[in-house]
């Protein structure tokens, strides 16, 4: 698989998650006022759980080896990965579950919020770190960022 291909296939899984985000916030806004159900707001973030996984799964797989010889950068982008990433995944994925918990769907929906928001940061930033066509190239050219 190439770099961009792999870009490609994990941004549209980033997509995707994105899009079982807003579907939640929907739940949530509607619970807010008595319209979605605590069924629906669970199936919705349990849901967003098992796709959250997977997606952690995939990126792992596919992510972790190719971005160690990407660029100069490579060895530090893998160490953040290492270091950071599954970590940081298990805890949302966990983050997700636990604020489902509440048997309210007002208080769990109120809890849920940031859950989603700390998800949407960090795809943000590994689409930035990660993910950006400077880093998942095709061609081996360098990109001279000092200049000379």
């Known amino acids: 698989m190439t ?4 870009r490609t296939e994990l941004l549209a899984e980033h997509a ?3 899009a079982l985000i807003v579907e939640t916030r929907r739940l949530i806004e509607e619970g807010a006022t008595g319209g979605a159900t605590r069924g629906a707001l669970t199936a919705a973030v349990e849901q967003l759980a098992a796709a959250l996984r ?3 799964a995939h ?9 160690k010889d990407v660029d100069a950068w490579g060895p530090a982008r893998a160490e953040i990965m290492d270091e950071s990433h ?8 966990g983050a997700l579950l636990v604020t489902n918990s ?3 769907a007002q208080i769990a929906g109120r809890s849920v919020i940031p859950v989603l928001d700390r998800l949407l940061a960090h795809m943000a930033r590994e689409e930035e770190v ?3 066509e400077e880093v998942l190239r095709d061609d081996d050219v360098v990109i001279e960022y000092f200049g000379g």
């Open 86 to 93: 599954a970590d940081q995944h298990e805890d949302l994925v």
């Open 130 to 132: 990660l993910l950006s």
């Open 3 to 6: 770099p961009s291909q792999v």
């Open 102 to 104: 509440s048997p309210d």
């Open 16 to 18: 995707a998650l994105r």
């Open 59 to 67: 990126e792992e797989a596919v992510l972790r080896e190719m971005i």
């Open 54 to 56: 997977a997606h952690n």
